[in-house]
């Protein structure tokens, strides 16, 4: 694997800070967010100056039960070629359920679910790795994910779970140490177990960010300082094995590029002392556990057809996820406080991102948006996106006489009208324009 050094995730709130950010090798984008005919000039800047861009996927879905939309592999692919990337990346998760395998409608979740840890789930998603695998011009490393919620009757833990699909697939993996710990605290899992059982030989690069802790509930928000106990498993890691590269992730919440390059120097710390560890012979090779070998996955037997799999996964994921944003009832063996939390926090995540979309409706509805859009989308899940969703949440709103004051409903209404249709209106009277005139040079 490519030796990528040290990195940072590359957002346009910070791209000219990460272009005069000192000892940064590579930079990772996420992958929706470039359009391989117009990449940011920062972007082709660093390029041009020799630094990595590797292209990180949010929407894939490789952890559903359907198949890899093959639009969604088409842009990938672009946007791995016209980055020069040495791999791409995605996550274990599932962000999309329903549709024809459950004769259900098609719910969005927007955000990235936890897949489970069952036969059925491992044989699903490496039948959907390889797909993936075959549709990307360069290798493929998937990432680990953090979890407020877990499974009943998981069949292996994390770590074990990893192995047999970095086995089966060949993948490698993106490891996010902050993940580890947010499973940690959410869901007790000891992440130097997990570590213990990884194959460190398939390590693509980590990922280390922040997050806070409310409630006893930690929430991995990209948008805070990096925590002592994500840096000490990342000493941990390191004592294992040297990865091959090692990113910090901020997507909100910017500091001063002085706070980021100090939390960079704690990252190399935390290499450093990992380093010492391995060199000095106080860490030990990482040998897996019983029933996590390639024999093991194997004795258990690949399934004939992966169809009754598929099934049963969209079923399981379907009813998980429309208890989560449509209201339906808690499927058995979840825990109902826990899964309020992720209902609660998916619900909040929606309306901040329709809020970037869309800045214009919180500035028409003021301190009423959060409340108004958290109520719409209680009853109302998202099927198309976020973009889509602003619009229906408009469309809603004034379908049911709000906003009270005049203004901001008259204001609300010329948003919704301009962005509904197939062109804008403010461009339908020049179109019609043109089209008249065409049809009276033509003599028609």
Known sequence: MERLGTGIGWRPEIADAVERMPGIDWVEAVAENVCPGHLPDSLLRLRARGVTVVPHGVSLGLG??????????????????????????????????????????????????PVPRTRDALDVLCENI???????????????????????????????????????????????????HTNHVNRGEDPAEALAELPVEALAYVHVAGGVERDGVW???HAHPVPAPVLGILTDLASRVSPPGVLLERDDNFPEPAELERELEAIQGALTKGWARRTTGRAT?????????????????????????????????????SALVAGTPVPDGFDRIRLGV??????????????????ELPEILGESYRTAFLAYAHSHPMTGGYRRDALDFAGQLLLSGGPEDADARRELREWWLERSGPVPRSKRPAVRLARATRRVLLGR
């Open 64 to 113: 559903g039960a359907d198949r890899p939309d093959e639009a969604r592999l088409t842009a990938l692919a672009e946007r791995a070629e016209a980055l020069g990337a040495p791999l791409v990346t995605e996550h274990i998760a599932f962000v999309r359920a329903g549709g024809p395998l459950t004769a259900s409608p098609l719910l969005e979740a927007g955000h990235l679910l």
């Open 130 to 180: 390889r797909v993936a695998q075959a549709a990307l011009p360069v290798p493929l490393a998937v990432e680990n994910i953090a979890a407020l919620l877990a499974w009943p009757g998981e069949e292996m833990t994390e770590g074990q779970f990893l192995y047999d699909l970095a086995d089966r697939t060949g993948v490698r993996l993106l490891i996010d140490v902050a993940n580890l």
């Open 219 to 221: 929430h991995d928000t």
């Open 285 to 321: 090779a990482p040998e897996p556990k019983a029933g996590t070998t390639a024999e093991a996955t194997r004795a258990a037997g690949p399934p004939e057809d992966s169809g009754p799999a598929r099934q049963r996964l969209a079923l399981a994921e379907t009813t998980l996820l």
């Open 342 to 359: 992720q209902a609660r926090a998916l619900g909040v995540k929606r309306a901040d991102v329709v809020a970037k979309v869309a800045p």
